[in-house]
Nanobody, 125 residues
């Protein structure tokens, strides 16, 4: 699976951005796709994840609940992250990732098998 993340940019605090992650290379089925982020000097952290199966499920990190929304378009093999009410602390490189198993801990980046190249999100105060 090849993943390409895009849609990052510079936004003022309180603004919105929508990130996209286009997947290619295999039929997407019964997998989990997620977003992670990494700010300079900080560890990578889980943001959100969504299933790519007949059973829909999603998960969010506490710090984005109510502000970010993850979604997918199976016809386009694309995952989205709508980010609203952005804060300066949301600034980071955002990565999309995919894992072959629906089971396990979705917040654990080590369990993901495929990664995109990342897209920079900058939030000005």
């Amino acid at each position: 699976v090849q993943l390409q993340a895009y849609g990052g940019g510079l936004v003022q605090a309180g603004g919105s951005l929508r990130l996209s992650c286009a997947a290619s290379g295999r039929t997407l089925n019964n997998i989990v796709m997620g977003w992670f982020r990494q700010a300079p000097g900080k560890d990578r952290e889980f943001v959100a994840a969504i299933t790519w199966s007949t059973v829909h499920a999603d998960s969010y990190a506490d710090f984005v609940k109510g502000r970010f929304s993850i979604s997918r378009d199976t016809s386009k093999n694309t995952m989205y992250l709508q980010m609203n009410s952005l804060k300066p602390e949301d600034a980071a490189v955002y990565y999309c990732a995919a894992r072959r198993s629906l089971h396990g801990t979705w917040w654990n980046g080590d369990e993901y098998d495929y990664w995109g190249q990342g897209t920079q999100v900058t939030v000005s105060s």
